[in-house]
């Protein structure tokens, strides 16, 4: 069972930054494409950022240059660094482990994602 388990959450001011943490049981970072996806309010389920198995991420055109996707392969924990905070990036933040992408993919549309229950980001103007 891959049971993914978001941290690091909380609420922070307009321009602020938060860590989001990752640890999946199940699955590892290093050897399985693992990404972060967000939904808001009203709206759909969004990609957010990606890293496949080489390690080279991909970032939605919204946080690119404010967002950082990275892990840590001894603690088998993905990460998500996330900077210049507006008002916009408020939403429920998700953590996803695919298994089945072939090595040096990780799509964002895959259908066989292993999710995180989700945790709350909530940016403040």
């Known amino acids: 069972q891959v049971q993914p388990v978001e941290s690091g959450g909380g609420s922070v001011q307009s321009g602020g930054s938060l860590r989001l943490s990752c640890v999946a049981s199940g699955a590892n970072p290093r050897t399985h494409c693992m990404a972060w996806f967000r939904q808001a309010p009203g709206k759909e389920r969004e990609g957010v950022a990606s890293m496949d198995i080489n390690g080279t991420p991909s970032y939605s055109d919204s946080v690119k240059g404010r967002f950082t996707i990275s892990r840590d392969n001894a603690e088998n924990t993905l990460y998500l660094q996330m900077n210049e905070l507006t008002p916009e990036d408020t939403a429920m933040y998700y953590c996803?482990?695919?298994?089945?992408?072939?090595?040096?993919?990780?799509?964002?549309?895959?259908?066989?994602?292993?999710w995180g229950q989700g945790i709350q980001v909530t940016v403040t103007s």
């Open positions: 996803a482990a695919d298994l089945s992408a072939p090595p040096g993919t990780c799509a964002w549309y895959s259908e066989h994602y292993f």
